[in-house]
């Protein structure tokens, strides 16, 4: 008879021997689930022999991203062009880019017996990550991170990345999504879930305002990150300073103003997006301030005045993106992203929108720090 035990072991075992796939020395020693993603399965390895090394091994989710190989040829593309620019004109702090490892084969991906895509990154070393935002101070470091990312490719011409992931943060296109869930689902209307919907469809015309400007070219198309959340922003456990934003499947042709929403949506909701107290979410006007000190002063370079405009509706729109891609996969039955109970896409969604009720209501003094930081 097979028991659970078996199972266990032996899907450790299968894991193992993935991970044996990207170890070019030693043995793999330890495996753990790691970090707290939505939508890849992502593990920390230690290897045996070579002292303290450990790697990022993930299984990329292929019902989200459809042509994997493209994210290890961005990332490949991506970080030789950093590499150059930064052995060039070094920094004078301490700044890391993840590594992509290659299998003993020479592969940069591995895909298993039933057919999974496997692939490793290098793990920073003595670094760390925060899932919620902490003082005034570590909001210019993580301004200073998304500026420093943005810099270190304002260089490298968007069409050289492929899409790898079609329609990501076109909200209009969510929209679409979610009306066509919502004409074909049958919609239980709890009290929350008519909150959502009025939410929402007091939203329409505005989900078009980054797209529109993109159209008419007030907006450049730009290398983006797509995902610079605050848990995406590496420490230096010793000094405390910003040294790498890691996750880099989404790292494509976009606008900045996505990253710059998400990142602020992230960071300035200091009860974190996985908090059950959705009534209490707010934007945190002073984090945001710290954080768009710190990334101008890196940024300030590249910017141009059509880019400062948009920057309160980045904030706004992203927020209420996310919101809205939460509430349509809680509709759709939880197909995209990773949950822990039936409900929780509803949960994420109800603070997301919090979060965007704040930040209108703050527009004004939202607007008046963007024009102070210029
Ligand atoms: C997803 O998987 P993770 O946690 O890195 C999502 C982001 C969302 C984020 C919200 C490809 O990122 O867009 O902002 O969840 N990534 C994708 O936590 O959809
Ligand atoms: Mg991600």
Same mark, same amino acid.
């Not at 890849?40 to 994997?68: C, E, K, M, W």
């Not at 304002?154 to 004409?183: C, M, R, W």
């Given at each position: 008879?097979? @028991?659970?035990?078996?199972?266990? @072991?032996?899907?450790?075992?299968?894991?193992?021997?993935?991970?044996?796939?990207?170890?070019?020395?030693?043995?793999?020693?330890?495996?753990?689930?790691?970090?707290?993603?939505?939508?890849?399965?992502?593990?920390?390895?230690?290897?045996?022999?070579?002292?303290?090394?450990?790697?990022?091994?993930?299984?990329? &989710?292929?019902?989200?991203?459809?042509?994997?190989?493209?994210?290890?040829?961005?990332?490949?593309?991506?970080?030789?062009?950093?590499?150059?620019?930064?052995?060039?004109?070094?920094? &004078?702090?301490?700044?890391?880019?993840?590594?992509?490892?290659?299998?003993?084969?020479?592969?940069?991906?591995?895909?298993?017996?039933?057919?999974?895509?496997?692939?490793?990154?290098?793990?920073?070393?003595?670094?760390?990550?925060?899932?919620?935002?902490?003082?005034?101070?570590?909001?210019?470091?993580?301004?200073?991170?998304?500026?420093?990312?943005? &810099?270190?490719?304002?260089? %490298? /011409?968007?069409?050289?990345?492929?899409?790898?992931?079609?329609?990501?943060?076109?909200?209009?296109? !969510?929209?679409?999504? !979610? &009306?066509?869930?919502?004409?074909?689902?049958?919609?239980?209307?709890? /009290?929350?879930?008519?909150?959502?919907?009025?939410?929402?469809?007091?939203?329409?015309?505005?989900?078009?305002?980054?797209?529109?400007?993109?159209?008419?070219?007030?907006? /450049?198309?730009?290398?983006?990150?797509?995902?610079?959340?605050?848990?995406?922003?590496?420490?230096?456990?010793?000094?405390?300073?910003?040294?790498?934003?890691?996750?880099?499947?989404?790292?494509?042709?976009?606008?900045?103003? $996505?990253?710059?929403?998400?990142?602020?949506?992230?960071?300035?909701? %200091?009860?974190?997006?996985?908090?059950?107290?959705?009534?209490?979410?707010?934007?945190?006007?002073? =984090?945001?301030?710290?954080?768009?000190?710190? $990334? %101008?002063?890196?940024?300030?370079?590249?910017?141009?005045?059509?880019? !400062?405009? !948009?920057?309160?509706?980045? =904030?706004?729109?992203?927020?209420?993106?996310?919101?809205?891609?939460?509430?349509?996969?809680?509709?759709?039955?939880?197909?995209?992203?990773?949950?822990?109970?039936?409900?929780?896409?509803?949960?994420?969604?109800?603070?997301?929108?919090?979060?965007?009720?704040? =930040?209108?209501?703050?527009?004004?003094? =939202?607007?008046?720090?963007?024009?102070?930081?210029?």
């Amino acid at each position: 008879m097979t @028991t659970i035990e078996d199972i266990k @072991t032996q899907r450790a075992n299968n894991l193992i021997a993935i991970a044996q796939q990207f170890t070019l020395q030693g043995e793999v020693r330890d495996i753990q689930a790691f970090g707290n993603g939505n939508i890849n399965d992502t593990f920390l390895v230690s290897v045996d022999g070579t002292a303290g090394q450990r790697f990022v091994l993930q299984r990329i &989710n292929t019902q989200v991203f459809r042509q994997p190989e493209l994210i290890m040829q961005n990332m490949c593309i991506f970080t030789e062009h950093v590499l150059e620019k930064l052995q060039q004109n070094p920094l &004078n702090r301490r700044w890391e880019v993840p590594r992509v490892l290659f299998t003993k084969n020479a592969q940069d991906h591995w895909i298993d017996a039933d057919g999974a895509f496997w692939r490793a990154m290098s793990f920073i070393a003595d670094s760390q990550s925060f899932d919620r935002m902490g003082d005034r101070t570590q909001a210019g470091e993580v301004g200073y991170a998304l500026g420093m990312f943005h &810099n270190l490719i304002s260089d %490298l /011409p968007p069409e050289k990345l492929a899409d790898t992931l079609v329609g990501f943060h076109i909200t209009p296109l !969510y929209l679409e999504q !979610y &009306n066509q869930v919502l004409a074909t689902t049958a919609v239980a209307k709890t /009290p929350e879930v008519n909150y959502c919907l009025q939410f929402v469809s007091d939203r329409q015309t505005f989900v078009d305002i980054l797209e529109d400007a993109k159209a008419t070219g007030k907006l /450049p198309l730009r290398l983006m990150h797509g995902d610079p959340k605050i848990n995406n922003v590496m420490f230096d456990t010793d000094s405390g300073l910003a040294i790498s934003v890691i996750d880099l499947d989404t790292v494509k042709p976009g606008l900045v103003h $996505y990253d710059i929403g998400d990142c602020l949506r992230s960071a300035c909701n %200091l009860s974190g997006e996985e908090t059950e107290d959705w009534q209490n979410v707010a934007f945190d006007t002073d =984090i945001c301030e710290g954080i768009l000190q710190g $990334y %101008l002063s890196v940024a300030k370079e590249f910017l141009t005045e059509n880019d !400062y405009t !948009y920057i309160y509706d980045a =904030i706004r729109l992203i927020a209420f993106e996310l919101g809205l891609r939460f509430f349509t996969d809680y509709l759709a039955g939880n197909v995209y992203f990773k949950v822990k109970h039936p409900e929780h896409n509803l949960a994420r969604a109800l603070v997301q929108f919090a979060l965007t009720k704040s =930040i209108e209501t703050q527009e004004s003094t =939202i607007r008046a720090i963007i024009q102070d930081v210029k």
